[in-house]
């Protein structure tokens, strides 16, 4: 009478262990999950942090041109310039050769880049006084599947303070930027929409012909 008992009582035990090993499983699971976002969030707004700094000491540089361009330099160290280059042509990406495809990521770097870094150029009567009088992270959150977006806001010395999000994604090196946004309006999608007007009115190639304009343009 008394094994089957025990036999229950083992069962039961067992059934207890495992239970109790799943949950332990899947808490592991989620706090791995939550940890890595945690980790991920805190380099995604370290990277942001270190490069508004940098770009505050290069707006102190008093000559334009070599400002501008040590500001694109930077941008392109910190951005993943290939990533961003082909989310911004989307589909008409499988359209280009090799060759095009060259010739497009060099003008992007001369025109895409640069003229971000000309408008960050804008500030520099701004910069005046620590950076955290003038900058400063709001707020981080996960962004889709693998992309985080930092949130900051950005005070001139006047007219009102422009809300500026980073989106970054894993790099190689740690977190590279993949798009900003500036009072809601991505950098990214205002890009890709202009480069696809471009192409639905003159091809590929009369885009590749218009980025060519453009850098000659800034260059002299």
Do not use: C
């Not at 993949?178 to 639905?200: H, K, M, N, P, T």
Request: proline share 2%; net charge neutral; aromatic share 6%.
């Amino acid at each position: 009478m008394m094994k089957p008992a025990l036999g229950r009582v083992r069962r039961r035990d067992a059934i207890g262990l495992l239970l109790a090993a799943t949950s332990s499983a899947a808490t592991l699971a989620w706090s791995g999950r939550r940890a890595w976002a945690e980790v991920a969030t805190a380099d995604a707004e370290g990277t942001v942090q270190a490069l508004a700094a940098q770009i505050w000491q290069l707006l102190g540089q008093t000559d334009e041109q070599r400002r501008v361009d040590a500001i694109a330099a930077l941008l392109e160290n910190t951005t993943d310039v290939e990533l961003l280059s082909r989310l911004v042509l989307a589909r008409y990406w499988q359209q280009l050769n090799d060759g095009q495809r060259a010739r497009y990521r060099s003008l992007f770097r001369d025109v895409v880049m640069r003229t971000f870094a000309r408008r960050l150029s804008q500030y520099a009567q701004d910069a005046q006084g620590p950076l955290e009088e003038h900058f400063a992270i709001a707020s981080s959150a996960p962004a889709g599947k693998q992309d985080v977006l930092v949130r900051s806001r950005v005070r001139p010395q006047s007219g009102k303070t422009l809300a500026v999000d980073w989106r970054l994604r894993d790099g190689d090196g740690g977190p590279v930027i993949i798009d900003v946004i500036i009072e809601g309006v991505s950098l990214l999608v205002s890009q890709r929409s202009e480069f696809a007007a471009v192409i639905e009115r003159s091809d590929m190639e009369g885009l590749l012909a218009e980025m060519e304009a453009r850098a000659s343009s800034a260059r002299s």
